[in-house]
């Protein structure tokens, strides 16, 4: 019963993911419609030179965050936890591993993954090319939540 509801929640993620987008680093009130691509999103907003991740808020309201993230090659977010969030990630480019349930697991495009608050998790890219992922927080993350463990 659990799989089945996580997986619905990922499917609805996925589904309301692929109408938002926006090709600015400003997040967007979602009271409106957004659409582009994701490619737009990131020519939009050039890595910094120094930066090894760059999270950019794409919309926002009282009750989700929603951000593209990317990673460079051996980039990796340490292992943290989410108080009051949820987290989904839909990976959209690349190759990594993500920690979940004390496991690093190998992710591709495709790959949906469902952290519930209070769950240590990390993701890291393993490939020579960008790791690119979408992520949703509910409610929205309008202040850092980013508890890390090590």
């Known amino acids: 019963m659990r799989g ?8 609805l993620a996925c589904l309301v993911l692929s109408f938002f987008a926006i090709s600015s680093a400003q997040a967007v009130n979602t009271a409106d ?5 994701v490619d737009d999103i990131l020519n939009a907003n050039p890595l910094k030179p120094d930066d ?5 808020n794409v919309a926002q309201d009282d009750t989700v965050s929603f951000f593209v993230i990317r990673f460079t090659e051996g980039a990796e977010v ?3 936890f989410h108080k009051t969030h949820d987290e989904i990630v839909y990976v959209l480019k690349g190759s990594g591993q993500m920690l ?3 496991k690093w697991i190998d992710v591709k495009p495709g790959s949906v993954h469902f952290n519930p608050m ?18 949703v927080f509910t409610p929205a993350m309008k202040e850092p939540d980013r508890n890390f463990v090590e």
């Open 52 to 56: 090894k991740i760059q999270m950019i």
């Open 33 to 37: 419609q957004i659409l582009t691509q």
């Open 4 to 11: 089945g509801k996580i997986f619905y929640l990922a499917a």
């Open 100 to 102: 979940v349930n004390d």
């Open 118 to 135: 209070n769950k240590v998790h990390s993701t890291r890219n393993t490939g020579k090319d960008p790791l690119v992922v979408f992520s």
């Open 78 to 80: 340490k292992p943290h």
